[in-house]
C-alpha cells in the first residue's frame, strides 16, 4: 500500500443548472413568480467532480503527482466510457494527451452528442461569458473536463449533467490498495482551505464527509 501519497474525489451532485448561468428571464423574475415558476417547470441539474492528490513524502501537492498517474487517467477514461477527447486545438484518442494539449484554465470535451458541436474556447475560464457556454454543454449531455492550476502542477474539474459519480468510482477503487490512498468527500462538507488540505494535519481523523475507499468499500 502507498500511504504517502492521496488521491481526493470531492464531489458535488444536484447542482441547478439555472444557477450556474442565469438567465436574463430568470434574473428578471420577482420573487413570487420565480416560486411558481420552479414549481411548474423541470429543475436540471448537473454534477461536478473534482480530482486533486497529494504526495506527504515529497510535500506534492496536484493531481499529476501521483507515481501511479497514468494509471489513474486510464480508470477515468474507462469510466468515461469513450474515445473522443476534444480541445481547442484537435481531437485526441486518449485522455493524457487532451490534457497535455492544454493551459490551466483550458478544456478537455468528451464528445458523445453528435447534434451539438460546442465552440471550444468559449468554454475556456478567459471567456468572462464561459458559464453560459457551459451550461449549454452540459445541456446538450456533453462531459467537460477543466485543468486547474495546483501547487506542484494541476487538477481535474469535471462537469457532467448525468451522474457519472458511480462509473468513475469502481476503476479507480480497483486501483486499491498498491496505487493511493483513496478519499471520497462530499463537497457539502467542505468548509476552508484547511479541509482541502485535511491530509496534512488530520490524515488518521478525517472531518466528518470524508470517507477513506477500501477495496471492500461499496457505495
Known amino acids: 500500500m502507498n500511504n504517502s501519497q492521496i488521491l481526493k474525489l470531492i464531489f458535488n451532485h444536484d447542482q441547478r443548472l439555472a444557477e450556474l448561468a442565469p438567465t436574463e428571464i430568470d434574473s428578471n423574475t420577482s420573487d413570487a413568480n420565480s416560486v411558481l415558476a420552479d414549481f411548474m417547470r423541470p429543475d436540471p441539474t448537473y454534477s461536478r467532480l473534482y480530482f ?76 468572462p461569458e464561459f458559464k453560459t457556454a457551459l451550461k449549454k454543454s452540459l445541456e446538450n449531455g456533453l462531459v467537460i473536463i477543466y485543468k486547474d492550476e495546483a501547487p506542484n502542477g494541476f487538477n481535474l474539474h469535471l462537469f457532467s449533467k448525468k451522474n457519472i459519480y458511480q462509473s468513475l468510482f469502481y476503476p479507480l477503487q480497483k486501483l486499491l490498495p498498491d496505487a493511493f490512498r483513496f478519499f471520497s468527500i462530499n463537497g457539502k462538507k467542505f468548509k476552508t482551505e484547511r479541509h482541502f488540505y485535511f491530509e496534512t494535519w488530520t490524515l488518521d481523523r478525517p472531518p466528518h464527509g470524508f470517507e477513506e475507499v477500501f477495496v471492500e468499500s461499496v457505495l
Open 52 to 127: 486533486t492528490a497529494s504526495d506527504l513524502e515529497n510535500e506534492t501537492f496536484g493531481i499529476n503527482t501521483l507515481t501511479e498517474y497514468t494509471s489513474f487517467l486510464d480508470a477515468l477514461e474507462k469510466g468515461l466510457q469513450s474515445e473522443n477527447f476534444s480541445t481547442k486545438t484537435a481531437p485526441f484518442d486518449d485522455l493524457d494527451s487532451a490534457i497535455n494539449a492544454i493551459e490551466f484554465g483550458e478544456v478537455v470535451v468528451i464528445q458523445n452528442n453528435d447534434n451539438f458541436t460546442p465552440n471550444i474556447s468559449d468554454l475556456h475560464r478567459s471567456n
